[in-house]
């Protein structure tokens, strides 16, 4: 899998397309951004996160979406499950993004 480019627009798509979906918000500005591109790229080519579209989108660019996540800097995550936002916050570590993919991956709760 690789990671796709997207809007405001592309994301409200995907999130009802595809089951688990993590997103990177990038700012130009942001040297840590830069520093995960290649940590980012390279997880979503790992057989264990198959099951979740990697995708990435300009903060600036999408304001409707930042504003969504309460987005407080860069780089910033959101991970999404059927449609509905899990978790979200400012990951500057090639391990914290692995972290968030694992805790996506885990079971859906069956609360209703």
Known sequence: ????E??????RQLIFEKERVIVKFTDPACPVCKQLSPS??????????????????SASENPVSSQEVKQTG???FASYLKGTIQECGIVDTEEGIRAM?????QPASQET
Not at 6 to 11: A, F, M, P, R
Not at 43 to 55: D, G, H, K, Q, V
């Open 1 to 4: 899998m690789t990671v796709t």
């Open 6 to 11: 997207i809007n405001d627009e592309k994301l």
């Open 40 to 57: 980012f790229r390279k997880l979503s080519t790992e057989p264990r996160y198959t099951n979740i579209t990697f995708a990435r989108m």
């Open 74 to 76: 860069t780089p910033f």
């Open 101 to 105: 993919l694992t805790r996506l991956l």
